[in-house]
């Protein structure tokens, strides 16, 4: 079985791990676009497996945390897959989410987005603070990032108050901060 986009919770991140999440094509040894969902557990050598209809594609699989009650200790499956499932026949995306540890019994929640995401996107999911913004910050960072692609073409001119990047000066603090 063909797998692709590997991810492995991240709190067991660059140490030894017994699971493995990955999107997986249908068609056994043959070449296939990523379709389903598998988890694979390194220590007992076995395979938990969803696969959608035929016309249905999942994208990269992210591994998110599940909340835990106070004085719970979550185990390394203990969590969620998230991934992007885009429909064929319909060209419509859903967010799909499965439990960590029952894979096979397929999502426990499909979230249509209301549009065609382009197979093959892939992401992260994150819980940090610095991701949390609402509305006004995402539509100030998206005016920024369509300035910067605008000027994509004069990257290494010096423009008045743009650097040899094409950012405005006052915008270098939000972009290279700690590194500044």
Same mark, same amino acid.
């Given at each position: 079985?063909?797998? &692709?986009?590997?991810?492995?919770?991240?709190?067991?991140?660059?140490?030894?791990?017994?699971?493995? &999440?990955?999107?997986?094509? !249908?068609?056994? !040894?043959?070449?296939?676009?990523?379709?389903?969902?598998?988890?694979?557990?390194?220590?007992?050598? !076995?395979?938990?497996?969803?696969?959608?209809?035929?016309? %249905?594609?999942?994208?990269?699989?992210?591994?998110?945390?599940?909340?835990?009650?106070?004085?719970?200790?979550?185990? %390394?499956?203990?969590?969620?897959?998230?991934?992007?499932?885009? =429909?064929?026949?319909?060209?419509?995306?859903?967010?799909?989410?499965?439990?960590? =540890?029952?894979? !096979?019994?397929?999502?426990?929640?499909?979230?249509?987005?209301?549009?065609?995401?382009?197979?093959?996107?892939?992401?992260?999911?994150?819980?940090? %603070? %610095?991701?949390?913004?609402?509305?006004?910050?995402?539509?100030?960072?998206?005016?920024?990032?369509?300035?910067?692609?605008?000027?994509?073409?004069?990257?290494?001119?010096?423009?008045?108050?743009?650097?040899?990047?094409?950012?405005?000066?006052?915008?270098?603090?939000?972009?290279?901060?700690?590194?500044?």
């Amino acid at each position: 079985t063909q797998s &692709y986009f590997g991810v492995v919770n991240p709190s067991v991140s660059a140490q030894k791990h017994r699971f493995i &999440y990955t999107a997986i094509g !249908s068609m056994d !040894s043959d070449v296939a676009p990523p379709q389903g969902i598998a988890k694979f557990d390194c220590e007992t050598k !076995s395979t938990d497996v969803w696969m959608p209809q035929e016309f %249905e594609f999942c994208g990269e699989p992210m591994y998110a945390d599940r909340k835990m009650e106070e004085g719970q200790v979550a185990g %390394e499956d203990d969590g969620y897959i998230l991934s992007v499932l885009f =429909n064929g026949k319909t060209e419509q995306s859903e967010m799909i989410v499965l439990r960590a =540890n029952n894979i !096979s019994a397929g999502p426990v929640s499909r979230i249509p987005l209301g549009l065609g995401v382009p197979h093959g996107f892939f992401g992260c999911f994150s819980s940090a %603070e %610095e991701t949390n913004w609402g509305a006004e910050e995402i539509e100030r960072r998206a005016k920024l990032a369509l300035k910067m692609e605008s000027r994509g073409n004069m990257w290494n001119e010096v423009k008045s108050d743009f650097s040899g990047l094409g950012l405005r000066l006052d915008d270098m603090e939000e972009y290279f901060g700690d590194m500044m």
